[in-house]
């Protein structure tokens, strides 16, 4: 079976093979939403699996929230949890294939779980669903894996040099407020879409 593909990852989520899941929003990007003013920019969470994300922003006040992945087994998670969240906000669909404009988009896992082959197509994209000057922030891992992914790693200088055609790299630092288990693991980023 195809390691990015739906049936993959749906076999995880039926299966309960979700090591990668904390369970709730991550400190580092809970810390960032907090500092958001404006809660009229609509914000994608790609390959979000359970949401935890979705639904902070969500119950923040963000209402231009739109959740895509393409495993029905986590949306239905997702729906479970958060009855309330607007269905025509829930996206199942490839991220490849999604159309649409956003002024941020949050990673978080969903980059890991994407081959190294592939990794240019998300770069450009991010870049594609992007509004001119918007923003792709999130965590990513610091390392590399001694092992075949999912997850894949990387380091910084390999991100900077994925990014760099598309993006200003505004920040890529260690996390210095990941879980415990990710301490010292976690690069949190901030990328800007180059104009033109």
Not at 62 to 81: A, Q, T, Y
């Amino acid at each position: 079976m195809e390691k990015f593909s739906s049936s993959y990852w749906n076999e995880h989520y039926l299966q309960d093979r979700t090591g990668w899941d904390i369970g709730y929003i991550s400190t580092p990007i809970k810390e960032y939403i907090d500092q958001l003013d404006d809660r009229q920019i609509r914000i994608l969470v790609p390959g979000a699996g359970n949401a935890y994300e979705v639904e902070y922003l969500f119950i923040q006040g963000f209402n231009n929230v739109f959740l895509l992945d393409f495993s029905e087994k986590s949306i239905l998670n997702f729906m479970e949890r958060c009855p309330e969240f607007p269905a025509e906000q829930i996206v199942l669909q490839d991220f490849f294939e999604h159309h649409g404009k956003y002024d941020l988009i949050l990673e978080q896992t969903f980059f890991s779980s994407i081959p190294l082959q592939k990794r240019h197509l998300y770069a450009e994209k991010m870049a594609d669903l992007l509004n001119p000057s918007g923003k792709v922030t999130g965590l990513l891992f610091g390392q590399e894996f001694p092992f075949e992914g999912p997850p894949y790693g990387g380091t910084e200088k390999q991100y900077k040099r994925l990014f760099s055609k598309q993006f200003e790299v505004v920040v890529m630092n260690t996390a210095n407020n990941s879980i415990k288990p990710r301490q010292g693991n976690e690069l949190f980023f901030i990328l800007r879409k180059k104009r033109g």
